[in-house]
């Protein structure tokens, strides 16, 4: 790990980046070139004293999932994402899993929607990032490790997953996730992320297992795109909600957006999430 260029490289790409560049006011009396430590540190999930050391040239080692945070929250771009990996004493992502990365333009226009439930997605449904209002809609979806990281996966395996959406719509949910897996499987093949997690489903024995089992039988595929989605919030009720999706062709990532039509119940509904903030959760990470 080479300290001083990781502190170099992380002051740097601070100072460049302008607070309208990730949804921030400027205000009045900046002063600072650039993005503040604090608001970097927000922005990359962690605390701004870890932050902070790491560009003092004192913190520890950042892990790899810290490394991807902080590439994600200074919108890095691949070639610098990979330089930040090297600098910390890691090697550098496969460029196969370059799905992980959220590409700088995505996050800019993420960074500009934090009043609204908004996202960003893999093809086989890992959340990577999250708004504040779809942490306070769907709970925080970036905590999970593994297979479980796949809306899908904890879908079949996790029954608490389910609580976001009415029991009279799980039957639709369920096709439908195993739809869209189905597609991804069709683009990556064998050996991709969609085929371990098929394998992993299959081989789960018991009531889920059969479940997802007779559904990918059906060989039904689908791609995510713009519908009417209903919600279910334990403070706000049910939520219809119209979720637009914006895909990224180089990454296969998508960006979803939930809205609702103004003047309507479901809007007075929307506009609560941020001050109930966000939604605790008791499925397992």
Do not use: N
Request: net charge neutral.
């Amino acid at each position: 790990m080479d300290r001083p260029q990781l502190a170099d490289f992380l002051r740097a790409r601070r100072t460049a980046l302008q607070p309208e560049d990730v949804g921030l006011p400027r205000g009045q009396r900046r002063r600072t070139a650039g993005l503040r430590r604090e608001e970097v540190a927000a922005l990359c999930g962690m605390s701004a004293d870890y932050y902070g050391r790491l560009e003092q040239g004192r913190g520890p080692q950042p892990s790899e999932p810290m490394l991807a945070a902080i590439a994600r929250g200074l919108h890095l771009t691949l070639a610098e994402r990979d330089h930040l990996f090297r600098l910390a004493g890691h090697h550098a992502p496969d460029r196969a899993s370059r799905a992980d990365h959220v590409a700088p333009a995505v996050q800019r226009i993420l960074d500009r929607l934090q009043d609204t439930p908004a996202m960003v997605v893999t093809e086989t449904g890992e959340t990577l990032v999250q708004t504040p209002a779809a942490m306070a809609l769907l709970g925080d979806q970036t905590r999970f490790a593994g297979p479980a990281r796949s809306t899908v996966f904890r879908w079949f395996t996790d029954p608490a997953s389910r609580d976001v959406y009415p029991p009279e719509d799980h039957d639709e949910r369920a096709a439908t996730f195993v739809a869209e897996l189905r597609a991804a499987y069709a683009r990556g093949g064998p050996g991709s992320r969609a085929a371990r997690l098929v394998d992993a489903l299959l081989d789960r024995g018991g009531e889920p297992g059969e479940e997802f089992a007779a559904l990918w039988a059906r060989h039904e595929v689908e791609d995510k795109r713009g519908r009417t989605k209903r919600m279910q919030h334990p403070d706000l009720g049910v939520l219809t909600l119209d979720c637009q999706t914006l895909l990224d062709t180089d990454t296969g990532q998508r960006l979803l957006v939930f809205t609702a039509t103004p003047g309507t119940p479901d809007a007075d509904k929307l506009a609560l999430l941020t001050v109930l903030g966000p939604r605790q959760t008791t499925a397992a990470p």
